[in-house]
């Protein structure tokens, strides 16, 4: 007799017995599906941001009464929105190692469209279903069945994906109690960075079939999802079945973000002034309050500009102090490039506009319409008929430019207000270094725009006129001298233009703009 692990033979005959060995195949072929940097405690993402300590108090408590139980018992999607670099991703970050803590984390996705890994919607599933074979017990045991009895589930859709990876392997578990205590049970995915999946459809796509299984097939998770709010996401969350199933936290001024900026800022310089290996160079008094505040400001509310600077500012290799004139704009840059994280941001988002250049006059009539009290300045149907587009076709263009630019419909009384989420993003526009494709020259937009106003003034708009001769000698006294313009000025009776004038005080500000205009004629 001659025995070989399978294959017996007795005399002349001879029998195989063949044997399935799934385990180890099985699961290696989710281990290839998975996307690893994706993970919150991944290698892959070494040192991720987080909350800064005594910063974001308020969201993260907000949050995580959601997740045991405390607050919005019937939702079981969190959506949390915010602008570009505001610090979704940080909240997300803080939000998993407290969960991971308490072992209350099931799995966790976060995307980044600069890894390829990490940018596809395919890789979703299987990564959390590896985390769920990891951290449910007996749940490994059940997904390799179901691999091998489907070699290709990882190419079926979403809806079949979250069925036999996530669900089908938990029956048993569901039944018995397990996932009934919010405190206890892991039961929490996060998926950050939504927005940074490489195709729309394939957002909307993961938003609709996680809702289709938590109503449909009583999936026993909750799903915190964070994302800039574009315009496909937050449809998605707004449309169906998900106003039902979710709530949504939106990270703005309500959470007093200036506050958590100014403490980072604080404690980062202090650690720069205790620790910093040129600390000696440094003044006890560095940097001023005054400083620290005009950085507040120009943050707007997004960490992501505070970070940017103390990222430069700290480099070990150079003088704090020379660093930050750098970033304030009193020592020249060279050939450093203290905002490359930022402008990064900003390049990308402006690379994904179908029209730019309508875009770019947008932003500029935005950030350099002359600002008074009589007129609505940043209305959105102001700067639609300014620019001479339609306000529908304006909400449309910023609708691509939601995560820097807001259109606030809140105030009935005013109407829709076009609303700069981030105060560096001038400086970014208006500065041909950095922007480059994207550069809008200051001094040529002042010349467009006043000759919007000569228009104005000829066509005697009543929507329009005010504006055109309170605004005129503004964006004329910014100008570039242009054909264009000295025709529009030669072409103007002041006379027609008087007779739309209704009281005195116009009349004196109308002839003090002629003779002010035909003094630029002379000058240029």
């Known amino acids: 007799m001659f025995s070989r692990s399978n294959l017996n033979v007795l005399g002349g005959s001879f029998t195989q017995v063949t044997e399935l060995h799934s385990g180890p195949a099985a699961f290696e072929r989710l281990q290839q599906a998975t996307a690893p940097g994706a993970f919150h405690n991944s290698s892959e993402r070494f040192d991720p941001p987080r909350c800064h300590p005594r910063t974001r108090v308020a969201v993260l408590e907000r949050i995580m009464n959601w997740i045991l139980g405390k607050e919005d018992l019937s939702a079981l999607i969190l959506w949390l929105y915010g602008p570009a670099g505001s610090g979704k991703s940080a909240i997300a970050q803080s939000i998993a190692e407290l ?297 449309v263009i910023l609708g691509d430019l939601a995560s820097v630019i807001e259109v606030d419909t809140r105030n009935e009384h005013l109407g829709p207000q076009i609303r700069v989420l981030h105060a560096s993003l001038e400086d970014f526009l208006f500065d041909v270094a950095r922007s480059r494709q994207f550069y809008s020259n200051p001094q040529l937009m002042h010349t467009k725009f006043a000759t919007q106003c000569l228009q104005d003034l000829k066509a005697q708009d009543d929507s329009t006129f005010h504006y055109a001769y309170m605004a005129l000698l503004f964006h004329l006294s910014k100008t570039l001298p242009t054909s264009d313009l000295r025709m529009g000025i030669l072409d103007l009776s002041f006379d027609e233009v008087l007779q739309g004038v209704v009281n005195d005080r116009d009349a004196r500000l109308i002839l003090t703009t002629y003779m002010l205009i035909n003094l630029h004629l002379t000058t240029n």
Not at 213 to 233: C, D, K, N
């Open 99 to 395: 969960c991971d803590a308490a072992n209350i984390l099931l799995a966790t996705f976060f995307f980044s469209r600069s890894d390829h890994t990490r940018k596809r919607g395919d890789a979703l599933i299987p990564t959390l279903a590896y985390q769920l074979a990891s951290n449910i017990p007996g749940a490994r045991a059940r997904i390799e069945k179901i691999i091998d009895r489907d070699p290709l589930i990882f190419k079926r859709s979403l809806d079949a994906q979250i069925k036999s990876l996530l669900l089908d392997p938990i029956q048993d578990l569901v039944a018995s109690g397990y996932f009934n205590d919010p405190s206890s049970s892991p039961r929490l995915i996060i998926i950050d960075g939504l927005d940074e999946c490489q195709d729309s459809r394939v957002q909307s796509q993961i938003i609709e079939s996680i809702a289709h299984a938590l109503q449909q097939h009583h999936l026993p998770f909750i799903f915190l999802i964070v994302s800039r709010p574009e315009q496909q996401i937050s449809y998605s969350f707004n449309s169906g079945r998900l106003p039902e199933l979710r709530t949504s936290l939106a990270l703005d001024n309500s959470f007093h973000p200036d506050d958590d900026i100014r403490l980072f800022l604080q404690d980062s310089f202090l650690r720069i002034r205790n620790t910093h290996p040129k600390m000696r160079y440094i003044p006890a008094d560095w940097p001023l309050s005054e400083v620290i505040e005009s950085l507040v400001r120009k943050a707007s509310g997004q960490f992501i500009y505070a970070a940017t600077v103390m990222r430069y500012t700290s480099s070990i290799r150079h003088i704090p102090p020379n660093r930050l004139d750098v970033i304030l704009g009193l020592r020249p840059a060279h050939n450093d490039t203290p905002f490359a994280e930022l402008d990064a941001l900003y390049m990308h988002i402006m690379s994904s506009l179908d029209d730019v250049e309508s875009a770019l006059l947008i932003i500029g009539a935005v950030l350099l319409r002359y600002q008074d009290a009589f007129f609505n300045s940043r209305g959105l149907h102001e700067i639609a008929k300014f620019v001479a587009l339609n306000p529908g076709d304006v909400e």
